[in-house]
């Protein structure tokens, strides 16, 4: 049933989407320029600035919880 499902659905392979596949596959990371737009860095550049005022971004530690040393310089 599940495979009749995708045979019904209309695939278009994208190229840019397999290119950043392929890089994650191979590289582990991947770099587009221009993927997002000015307006969409903009809105994730506001909103990762208001996490870091609140204080939300998990601290960076090394060591286990009874000799736990918060790096300040990280995050």
Do not use: C, W
């Not at 991947?30 to 609140?54: G, N, P, Q």
Request: proline letters at 1%; charged letters at 35%.
């Amino acid at each position: 049933m599940t495979e009749e499902l995708f045979e019904q659905l209309e695939f278009v392979e994208n190229p840019l989407f397999e290119s950043i596949i392929d890089d994650l596959l191979t590289k582990q990371f991947s770099i587009v320029d221009d993927f997002f737009t000015s307006e969409e860095v903009e809105v994730l550049r506001h909103s990762l600035l208001a996490k870091y005022d609140a204080d939300r971004f998990k601290k960076s530690a090394i060591g286990n919880r009874t000799n736990e040393e918060i790096d300040k310089t990280i995050r």
